[in-house]
């Protein structure tokens, strides 16, 4: 009898034996009341950790330091950026000097932002009115100086002492012609183009390419190709004088007219020792130097600028 009961105490010893048993229960409901005591405490900590860890941000965060990401982001023009940290500033320090000096950046930046969209409107209803009008031009592999230019009936070119010759133009047509010196470091340069555009709409369109012909020769023997002339080669010049010109139907003229260089060089020099006179330059390949439509955006990075308009 004494075998079985204590058989079976021991059968039961992880819920107790007798009134053994409701104390190990009760050990049981203690441990699990600590464990739950713990995990709220190590709650508490955590809550207090973060409050420390706030209220050291906080102090960390002065009225410099904030303007300091005021002016930082002012700085690199970010207005949104600028407007949350000096909300940050002024809603901890509304009454000081930082949030004052602070204000002062988020002013002038909206006041600048708004005089530049004011420019932009304005560039935008002048059109190519707001291009400026340059008379020089600076290209890849030379540059430009005009002197004149005008719409006529005649463009004269290669005088040679006491002639020079001249293109009459056909009937319902003129010439768009201009007086130009260019000027390069090479021997052989590309020469920039300039091309005649007209007024349509807000843009410009493409009337053609000036073509090149010499304004003078030393002397009529070189203008035969009997010498040859050191002045109308940048072997031996860096500056030449040119006569430019194009026929343009009359109905094409709409005004104003404007002549525009392209940055990219492409007129070409030719020589021909049988030829009247015996050197030339083309510009057969300057047709994609110079695009069928221009406007006003196409002259921000400098490929092209309008160096006459004719009114």
């Known amino acids: 009898m004494r075998k079985d009961l204590l058989f079976s105490c021991l059968a039961l010893s992880l819920t107790g034996c007798g009134d053994g048993g409701e104390v190990y229960k009760k050990e049981a409901e203690g441990l699990r009341s600590d464990v739950k005591s ?11 950790i973060v409050k420390l860890e706030q209220e050291n941000t906080a102090l960390k965060e002065t009225p410099a330091v904030l303007l300091a990401q005021v002016r930082r982001a002012s700085d690199s023009e970010d207005e949104a950026a600028t407007r949350v940290a000096l909300a940050s500033l002024t809603s901890r320090y509304p009454d000081s000097a930082e949030a004052e000096t602070g204000s002062s950046f988020l002013q002038k930046m909206v006041k600048d932002r708004e005089a530049k969209e004011q420019e932009a409107h304005r560039l935008a209803a002048l059109g190519m009115k707001a291009i400026p009008v340059k008379a020089s031009f600076a290209a890849d592999d030379s540059s430009v100086s005009l002197q004149s230019a005008q719409i006529t009936e005649q463009w004269s070119f290669n005088n040679h002492g006491d002639e020079y010759e001249y293109r009459s133009a056909e009937r319902g047509s003129k010439y768009i012609t201009a007086k130009v010196t260019y000027s390069s470091k090479s021997k052989d340069p590309r020469l920039a183009p300039l091309v005649v555009y007209a007024s349509n709409g807000g843009e410009l369109k493409r009337l053609g390419v000036m073509g090149f012909e010499f304004v003078s020769w030393s002397s009529y023997a070189t203008f035969l190709g009997n010498y ?13 004088r040119f ?5 343009v139907p009359n109905e094409a003229i709409t005004k104003p007219l404007y002549i525009v260089a392209s940055s990219s060089g492409c007129a070409d020099r030719s020589s021909d020792r049988f030829g009247n006179p015996p050197v030339s330059y083309s510009t057969y390949s300057c047709e994609q130097s110079a695009p069928n439509v221009l406007r006003a955006g196409d002259f921000k990075d400098g490929r092209f600028g309008i160096v006459k308009r004719i009114d």
Request: glycine content about 6%; proline content about 0%; hydrophobic content about 40%.
């Open 228 to 240: 040859h002339d050191d002045a109308n080669d940048f072997a031996h010049k860096a500056s030449i």
């Open 38 to 48: 713990l995990q709220a405490e190590i709650t508490a900590a955590k809550g207090k």
């Open 243 to 247: 006569s430019l010109g194009l026929q």
